[in-house]
């Protein structure tokens, strides 16, 4: 599947996933918990990734990963906490 750059918030065919039920996730403009938190994600929210890479390892409902999750432009949100159906990597690495 070829997908948009990683900057490129429109980036087409980017599957949705739900955030893990019951839970409210900080979205952060980097890969980690150091980063600044710009929203947060309310319960029941869906988000599109466009793209993955790696950072800080955190523990959440679906394990404990270091993969992040870029959901919009300098936009992160752990993938521990995003219903992907995988321990791996569903998106493409970020540039």
Do not use: F
């Not at 065919?13 to 979205?27: E, H, K, M, S």
């Not at 959901?71 to 949100?77: L, S, T």
């Amino acid at each position: 599947m070829v997908m948009g750059s990683p900057t490129s918030a429109n980036a087409a065919a980017a599957r949705t996933y739900p955030i893990a039920p019951g839970y409210t996730v900080n979205v952060r403009s980097g890969p980690g918990t150091g980063y600044t938190i710009i929203r947060t994600l309310p319960v029941g929210a869906m988000v599109s990734i466009y793209c993955q890479r790696p950072g800080e390892t955190i523990s959440g409902p679906y394990g404990t990963t270091n993969i992040w999750d870029n959901i919009d432009n300098g936009a992160y949100v752990s993938d521990a906490y995003v219903n992907t159906g995988s321990d791996g990597y569903v998106a493409p690495r970020c540039s």
